[in-house]
């Protein structure tokens, strides 16, 4: 569906995309995440011929993308990080307006419309004009507006930045929808429990680089970690420090702000093997936690810093 080849966009001199490489097959809700300023938005203008790059090559659909080439372009739904509705046209004008840029049958228009409203749940608004939206109704107005004309391929940038969880869980379920219906869909995102919920294969960019490709399973078996465990509220000196970091499968050991952080291999037993010390030196603590790979954690081996700032 979309492959592209060792991408290179720079603005001035910043390198936006620095050799970018990404192949995503048909039916797949492919997701890419990022840090802000990664270059994913850069990524899908490019993809959309909205922006000039300098190197490398983008072909979707089997042809190479060009602004002219409006055979792939119909077949395309975008729905941008920001909002693009006219505020003159309400709810149902601006779908209908969006929709006949690529739908000319009326009739069938009005089909397509009324699915894209049933569709965000933006039944009871259908006369109301946009400025009289929340935030979470106005993004599911511009994604209404985005899919109206059930295109092959969706790209989505970052569509629940800043909207309530109701709209967010409305947003993430119309994405899985629309894929089981048959779109192809490619999702921005630098919410990592988003793109884990729905993400059928995940790149992880950084600097304009695509630096791990796979599902998430894949992603996560990439790395060392297997285990982070946190303990709360534990004094802790330098030798037991030693003592927990000395331990089998235990690889790095955390202690800020009275808050114990081992990341472990995936074995069975970690968490009573460090338990068990506190006992032995009858040090108290407070809650403890257990928790699997993220696609942080993914980010922050490869890396060595946070997805999230
Ligand atoms: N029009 C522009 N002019 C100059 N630099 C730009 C422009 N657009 C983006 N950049 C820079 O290119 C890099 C990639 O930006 P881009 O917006 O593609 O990242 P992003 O991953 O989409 O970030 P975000 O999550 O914040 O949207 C950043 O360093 C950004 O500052």
């Known amino acids: 569906m979309i492959k592209i080849e060792n991408l290179v966009k720079r603005y001035g001199n910043i390198v936006a995309l620095d050799h970018f490489n990404l192949e995503i097959e048909e039916g797949e809700i492919f997701g890419l995440l990022g840090p802000n300023g990664s270059g994913k938005t850069t990524a899908i203008n490019c993809m ?29 739904g975008i729905v941008m990080q920001d909002v693009a509705v006219f505020d003159e046209l309400n709810v149902h004008d601006n779908i209908d307006y969006f929709c006949s840029l690529y739908i000319k049958d009326k009739n069938k228009r009005k089909e397509l419309v009324e699915d894209a409203i049933r569709f965000v749940g933006l039944e009871d608004y259908r006369k109301t004009y946009p400025k009289k939206l929340s935030g979470g109704l106005l993004r599911r107005l511009n994604i209404a507006c985005g899919i109206a004309h059930k295109p092959r391929l969706i ?26 219906q048959g779109s192809t869909i490619v999702y ?10 729905i993400c059928t294969r995940i790149a992880i960019m950084d600097h304009g680089r695509s630096i791990a490709v796979g599902t998430k399973e894949e992603l996560k078996s990439m790395i060392k970690t297997g285990e982070t465990v946190t303990i709360e509220a534990v004094i802790l000196d330098q030798e037991d420090l030693t003592d927990i970091g000395n331990l089998p499968h235990v690889f790095d050991v955390r202690y800020e702000e009275q808050r114990l952080i081992v990341r472990c291999t995936g074995a069975k037993h970690n968490l009573i093997h460090i338990l068990g010390i506190l006992q032995e030196k009858d040090i108290p603590f407070g809650r403890v936690f257990s928790e699997l790979p993220t696609l942080n954690d993914v980010f922050l081996e490869i890396t060595g810093k946070q997805l999230r700032n």
């Open 48 to 76: 959309l011929a909205l922006l000039k790059y300098d190197r490398g090559s983008i072909r979707i659909m089997g042809r190479e993308m060009t602004p002219d080439n409006y055979d792939v372009k119909r077949q395309i």
């Open 155 to 180: 790209i989505l940038d970052e569509p629940t930045v800043a909207v309530d969880p109701q709209s967010r869980n409305k947003i993430l379920e119309g994405i899985c929808e629309l894929n089981r």
């Open 188 to 197: 921005t995102s630098h919410y990592m429990e988003e793109v884990e919920q």
